[in-house]
């Protein structure tokens, strides 16, 4: 339905994106809840070298992203995801989520969430959603078993592949972990801080899930 240009190479999650682009993802973004957990782990993440933490106002956890530049989808395509988006999520009723404890992976801190089988859910219904709608399968899961990420590690400073001792610090914090109820998701263009540390963005469309 969308024509898509000759794009460059897709980057790796991690990597810089090319120059001047920004992308649609759908995040989970109604994580008040998670936000003093959050805080919980800070004093680790202070103390990791090469670490950066994640502002309150954008932990998000990742469902699905559209690989291409967001300026490459016009506007009768984007209203076309936004309406295949809310249809296929209205099939899924909302559900519990525990988010928690923290992981320390060789790129970012991430708090990791549990069970996997609606969310997964989630994440492919949104993908073929995407898929359907924008030339190129271009869509993409959130890497993983679903995650929120509390800290990036600039492209400059690269992986930390000595991690185990993070882990061990991470496990003593307590509670560590909280249950939320997911109701929605929400249709985002994602903008990558020039060093890939720091992912911000705007706000297009709410896709609400079923009753």
């Known amino acids: 339905m969308n024509t898509t240009a000759h794009q460059p190479e897709v980057p790796r999650s991690g990597q810089r994106w090319p120059e001047g682009w920004t992308k ?28 950066r933490p994640v502002p309150h106002e954008w932990l998000h956890a990742t469902v699905a ?16 995801l936004i309406e295949r988006l809310r249809e296929s999520a209205a099939a899924i009723p909302a559900f519990p989520l525990t988010i928690g404890p923290a992981l320390a992976a ?26 359907a709608v924008v030339a190129g399968r271009v869509a993409r899961p959130g890497g993983g078993p679903g995650h929120v990420s509390l800290s990036y590690r600039s492209d400059e ?36 801080a020039e060093d890939a540390s720091t992912y911000t963005w705007e706000h297009i469309a709410r896709i609400p899930l079923g009753a």
């Not at 882990?167 to 972990?177: C, E, I, T, Y």
């Open 24 to 51: 649609l993802h759908v995040y989970l973004t109604d994580l008040d809840q998670v936000k003093a957990v959050a805080e919980s782990y800070r004093d680790v993440i202070d103390r990791t070298d090469g670490d």
């Open 106 to 131: 060789t790129g970012a801190i991430m708090l990791d969430t549990f069970p996997d089988n609606q969310f997964e859910r989630l994440k492919n219904a949104c993908v073929a959603s995407i898929d």
């Open 65 to 80: 992203s559209v690989e291409c530049d967001a300026a490459d989808i016009d506007e009768d395509t984007r209203q076309c």
């Open 157 to 192: 400073v690269g992986v930390d592949r000595q991690r185990g001792a993070i882990q061990n610090r991470l496990r003593d914090v307590r509670p560590g972990r909280t249950e939320i109820t997911v109701t929605g998701v929400d249709l985002v263009r994602v903008i990558q």
